[in-house]
């Protein structure tokens, strides 16, 4: 059952679709909500009736956002229902979604509603309806590394926007530092991305598989290799002899350019990519803050490689590890000041710049880019942490409190990252004696994962004193 446009869906759900949008448009947002539901249990594929289903369902939550409605209607009947798309998942993929999406109508970050749509839009065949449900989902839990590897995958699966994907990895990357998993679902989108512009994705018409408009098979399973979840030694080897052969005739070619200096980086040939970097820095496109921030990237892998390059068995193994990580800390700095100061309104730098003050010990400094970068919606909640974390080196557990307090107010979904403050805001209040406000908080993450950290010690040792 594939997606459907406008014009593939029946005459009938054609009139109903026509009639919501009209009341929309009125500001009747109920009775349009009640039609899009509608269409879409009759064309569950039809996924710009969803997206507008689901702008109405923001809207209305966005009306009822404050005061004690809202939480009756965020948990109103939900439970039940979820169970029940859940037990019809299996034999009425096309039940369940519209189960969840009455749900949705009530509570449109339901991560378990959101969940139960993607599943049953994959057993449907959707997959760009699944990562339309999965994009939902990484807003409100920016940083699930496993939901935004599994939304950048599905976005490749489905030929979606890798953009947002590339930018949703990039994001929780610069926020948590390097990973390997996520750096290579990064490297797998992107070759993605760079396929998909270069017209190799789609056939003339937009409808047809690559494969299926290729010449010959051999060149199929060349591109679809660039594409491939894991790619094999042999693959970037081959990349890069492509690329630098199509640099060599298309030198003005920035976006070849820039990939190749992404697979210079992963083979460490660190020389080669930074004069790429240069090169394209130096050109038209030379005011990207992804450019600088690429570079970056790339200069402090070299200074982790560097690392690897050591003896392990020489006598100052330690003090060398130390003083190659104490000189990457210092690039980093500087590098990111010198970002800040060229791009003063992103407030993303200014977070970077302010976990890496964190970092090197100047929380004064740390402080003043945290309150800054909670202006940002993306990095709001992150932001808060850090500052939070920030009060309480400073011993100024009250505000350290309150702010981790608001926090986890603006944090619906107890994902990682509510645990994680959650289990912080505990600490703080270990650290001003109020033991029974502190357990009560290690007991929320206990309830809900008691392999966390460690709350299971914290949680027994407190009813063992009992």
Known sequence: MPEKAINEISADARRLFDKAKDAAQRENGDYAITLYCQVLEKEPGFLECRRLLRMEQQKKASATSTGFFKKMMSGAGSSPQIAKAKMTIGKNPAEAMAI??????????SSAALRIVADAALALELPQTAAFALETMVKISPKDKALVIEYSERLAESGGDTRSGERALQELIRASGYDGDLNQALKNLSARTTMDEGGYSKSEDGKGSFRNMLRNKDEAVKLEQEQRIVKTEDVTERLMKEYEARIRTEPNNLKIAREL???????????????????????????????DRAIAEATGRQFDFQITQLNPF?????????????????????????????????????????????????????????????????????????????????KMFDLAARTFQNAIKEKPAFDTEKKDL??????????????????????????????????????????AGQ
């Open 100 to 109: 969840a999406e009455q749900v949705l109508s009530s509570d449109p970050n």
């Open 261 to 291: 200096a992404k697979l210079y980086t992963e083979k460490n040939q660190f020389t080669e990519a930074l004069a790429l970097y240069d090169r394209i820095r130096n050109s038209d496109a030379g005011g990207d803050p992804t450019l």
């Open 314 to 394: 020489a006598p100052d193994h330690a003090e060398q590890v130390a003083k190659i990580q104490a000189d990457k800390l210092i690039f980093q700095l500087t590098d990111c000041q010198r970002r800040a100061e060229k791009y003063p309104t992103d407030l993303a730098i200014r977070f970077e710049l302010g976990v890496l003050y964190f970092q090197a010990g100047k929380i004064s400094e740390a402080i003043a880019e945290f309150q800054k970068a909670q202006q940002n919606p993306h990095k709001r909640l992150s932001a808060m942490n850090y500052l939070a974390q920030c009060y309480a080196k400073r």
């Open 422 to 463: 959650v289990y912080n805001l505990g600490c703080v209040l270990e650290a001003m004696n109020k033991k029974e406000e502190a357990i009560e908080q290690f007991k929320l993450i206990y309830e809900m994962d008691a392999s966390y950290k460690d709350v299971t010690a914290k949680v027994e040792a407190y009813y």
